[in-house]
């Protein structure tokens, strides 16, 4: 399969035949057929993919360079806030990735798996178990979570079938969640009848953000 090359000088990916990249634009051959525009996306899948790889074995090195004393806090506060952008969270769950060793990656899981396997498995042994268990069984990083916790393979058939709120519906949930929350009106001043509303509508939320990390779950494959 065809890679992006990363150009010492621009330090951007090309691409030659089908795209090259600057800073900030991507230039795709007016010229590419459907099969190079498919492998130039596959590519770019592949690329993004592994910047999340990348992040977290660069903040693991600066997490060892802070803790060695040959950076600063400051220093590190520089180079993962100021630079990379990242939080004080975002920092601890990239070494998720990191904990496991680069040799036991597997190409065909996310990031996001390694990810998970990191942060719940504590040994070599635990995480080479669940990489293999999670390619095998093709499990999405939810399913792969909740195997994880029970020490068993759990599918989620059941949540997809659950899954059947339109964009509309999931809006209305929403405006009702958020009309009853900033109306202004103190919870003292709530009547019964009111709060059992309330109940209902905080219910409806949290089932809208399981939605929403189902969705965003299943978008890692």
């Known amino acids: 399969m065809e890679t992006l ?3 010492n000088q621009s330090c951007v990916p090309q691409m030659p035949g089908v795209a090259t990249f600057s800073r900030t634009a991507a230039f795709i051959n007016n010229a590419a057929s459907a099969e190079e525009i498919d492998v130039l996306v596959d590519a770019l899948v592949v690329a993004k ?3 999340e790889f990348w992040i977290g ?5 600066i997490s060892e360079m802070l803790s060695d004393g040959h950076l600063s806090e400051v220093q590190c506060e520089n180079l993962l806030q100021d630079r990379l952008g990242l939080t004080y969270s975002d920092a ?6 990191a904990s496991i060793p680069a040799a036991d990656r597997r190409t065909e899981l996310s990031a996001a798996h390694h990810k998970t396997i990191g ?3 504590k040994t070599a042994a635990e995480q080479l178990r669940w990489l293999e268990i999670a ?7 939810c399913e792969l979570a909740d195997s994880i916790r029970a020490n068993a393979i759990t599918k989620q058939t059941s949540r997809k ?3 059947v709120h339109s964009a509309e519906e999931i809006t209305q949930i929403f405006r009702r969640f958020r009309t009853q929350l900033f109306s202004g009106r103190k919870e003292s001043d709530l009547r019964k009848e009111e709060a059992e509303i309330l109940k209902i509508q905080l219910k409806d939320l949290i089932d809208f953000i399981r ?10 494959f």
């Open 119 to 121: 942060r719940f498995c």
């Open 161 to 163: 079938n659950k899954s």
């Open 135 to 141: 390619a095998s069984e093709r499990l999405t990083v």
């Open 49 to 51: 993919n592994s910047f």
């Open 5 to 7: 090359a990363i150009s």
């Open 92 to 97: 601890i769950n990239a070494q998720y990735i």
């Open 211 to 220: 939605l929403i990390e189902f969705t965003l779950a299943q978008s890692t």
């Open 57 to 61: 074995d660069t903040v693991n090195k």
